[in-house]
Each structure stands twice: as structure tokens, then as C-alpha cells.
């Protein structure tokens, strides 16, 4: 079984809540989970963005959209409970509630007219409509808003890595030095540019491009090999690399491509005495992004959410 989006999420929250009782959020989404079976794996699936657990995430979009319809209500942080409105909605069988079944209800309608007159959300939702994601009306959608922002934030970096890795292959073997140069001591290798610069390019030893200091103080330093390649790197340009190390008495080094390694390069790397971290194009265009090399920002979207650490001072 495959994870429940948040509106499949609906109608089970609403039966737990039921009973009547107060229940605890974080027991719910334990006993959704075992609903569906959920297997540990599906129980650990981040986000797209990295910032939470996806089953729940939505699992609490699940909540907020049935509170915002009245049929669910917080007396205090952390719990839920069913509301009258709620229990007659179970009272008639419905087989699925979702966004469309909440649309019967005023408050409901209300807070989607609250969201699409709010020009953050307005931008929210160009940023989805530029990248192809159809999210004309989000509240139709199986995935939850973070999901879908998430998802749109992707698929425009998968855009720029691939047309930075592009720009990065066009260019001349002197500038992809300068490039790698930048990239590390953007990282925190090397000390300072200058110091950098007079590193990497300046080797001249087979099989080495360079040496550069693992920190600012060099108390250690980083072997690199740098291979502006369209083929694919296989064992035994690693192995040669490997040799390079040795035949200098070092034990760290990095090898970075704008191509591609082979299973057997990065299984080789695995089974040495030496630390060998490889650097494929794909892993180099990241790295550019994570590093602000070679881009620059154009937007910030900066989520936020409820702060419960400030509230629990609220009755002190």
C-alpha cells in the first residue's frame, strides 16, 4: 500500500474522533498508521523538502482542513475532538470525505477565499503554475500544500543543475579549474582563494591535479584529480588515482568529473585503505547550487509555522 494522501485521510481521522473523547495528534497519526499498514520504510519517507515525516504531514493537513470546515475543534495544544457537525457528517455513511465534501460548509468556503486572496499564496501558486504542476485550485489535489511547493522547488532545481552542468561541460579547462577552486573554498577547503589557486592546477605529479588543505589551518590536506569528461570514469582511472596517493603518503583525496563513475569505480573506493570521495557532473551541479557557485538567488519562499514553545508560556 502506498502512502494515503491527506484527504484518503479524512474520514478515518473523523472516525477515530468519534468516541467523543480528546485525542492526542501524535497518538492519531500512530493509529493511522496502523490502519494502513504502513511499513517503516512509508513511516520514514521525508518530505520532498526535507523538513518532516510526508505520512505526518499529512495526517495533520488531514486536521486542518476538517477544522477549518467545523468538524473538528482544539480545546488545547496538541489535542483534537469531534465536533456535532462532524458526527452528524459520519452519521451519513459517506464512503470518502474529501475537499469537495467540505465545500458544503460556509467556514469552510471562507477560509479557501481567505487563502486565495492572500498574495503569498498567489505567489505560492505561480511558482507551481511555472513548473507545469497543476494546482489551479490546490485544495483538489492529493498532495498537500508543503508537498506541492516542495515538488515545484525541485523540479526548478533539477532545471538549473542540469542546465548548470551543461554550462559547466561548454567550458574551457581553465575555467573549470577557477570553477573547482571556487566550489571548495566556497565549501571551507583551502584557506583562502589565493591560497586555493596557487593549489589546485599546480601539482604536475601523474594522476593529481592538485592538493589543497582540508581546512583553514592545513592541518591536513585533500589530494584532487578534476576531469572535465564526456565518458564515463570507470576503475581504472580511480586506481591510478589511488596510486598517486600513495606514492605521496596521503590518505584523503577527491576525484571530481563532469561526467559519470562506474559501479565498479565507486564499489573500488569502497574496499581501499584510502578515503576517496568521488564527484560526479550531477553531485558537482548540487554542490554549484548548495554553494551559490555560479547561480544567483532570483526568489525566497521562506514557510513558516506556529511557534508552540511561544504559547506554552501563555499561563505562566
Known amino acids: 500500500m502506498t502512502i494515503p494522501d491527506y484527504q484518503t485521510l479524512m474520514l478515518p481521522l473523523l472516525r477515530l474522533a468519534s468516541d467523543l473523547q480528546e485525542h492526542r495528534f501524535r497518538d492519531a497519526v500512530e493509529q493511522l498508521a496502523s490502519e494502513f499498514k504502513l511499513t517503516n520504510e ?7 523538502s526535507g523538513t ?10 488531514a486536521r486542518t482542513y476538517l477544522k477549518q470546515a467545523a468538524l473538528l475543534e482544539s480545546r ?38 481567505r487563502r486565495s486572496e492572500d498574495k ?17 485550485k490546490i485544495e483538489q489535489s492529493e498532495a498537500t500544500p508543503e508537498e506541492l511547493f516542495s515538488q515545484a522547488y525541485q523540479r526548478l532545481r533539477n532545471n538549473l543543475e542540469s542546465e548548470l552542468l551543461e554550462q559547466v561541460k561548454a567550458a574551457s579547462p581553465s575555467f573549470f ?5 571556487d566550489l571548495l573554498v566556497s565549501m571551507g577547503y583551502g584557506g583562502s582563494r589565493q591560497d ?5 592546477g599546480r601539482s604536475g605529479d601523474e594522476g593529481i591535479d592538485g592538493i589543497i588543505k582540508e581546512d583553514k589551518l592545513g592541518l591536513d590536506v585533500i589530494y584532487i584529480q578534476a576531469k572535465r569528461w564526456e565518458a564515463t570514469i570507470g576503475r ?37 585503505p584510502s578515503k576517496i570521495i568521488l564527484i560526479s557532473g550531477e553531485q558537482l551541479a548540487t554542490l554549484m547550487v548548495d554553494h551559490n ?22 499561563n505562566v
Open 76 to 113: 488545547k495544544r496538541g489535542f483534537f475532538n469531534i465536533t456535532a457537525r462532524g458526527k452528524e457528517l459520519l452519521a451519513k455513511n459517506l464512503s470518502r470525505v474529501d475537499n469537495s465534501v467540505l465545500e458544503q460548509y460556509p467556514e469552510y468556503l471562507s477560509f479557501k477565499l
Open 293 to 314: 557557485v555560479g547561480v544567483s538567488p532570483v526568489s525566497k519562499f521562506e514557510l513558516k509555522r506556529v511557534d508552540s514553545d511561544y504559547f506554552d508560556g501563555e
Open 236 to 272: 581504472p582511472e580511480i586506481q591510478k588515482f589511488a596510486g598517486a596517493l600513495q606514492g605521496q603518503r596521503a590518505s584523503k583525496g577527491v576525484f571530481i568529473t563532469t561526467s559519470s563513475f562506474t559501479k565498479e569505480a565507486e564499489e573500488y573506493v569502497r574496499i581501499i
Open 52 to 61: 518532516g515525516l510526508q505520512f505526518d504531514n499529512r495526517v495533520g493537513w
Open 196 to 200: 586555493a589557486g596557487r593549489a589546485v
Open 177 to 181: 579549474e577557477r570553477l573547482v577552486v
Open 42 to 48: 512509508q513511516r520514514d519517507t521525508m518530505l520532498p
Open 120 to 136: 503569498g499564496a498567489q505567489d505560492t501558486i505561480g511558482v507551481l503554475q511555472s513548473t507545469s504542476i497543476a494546482v489551479a
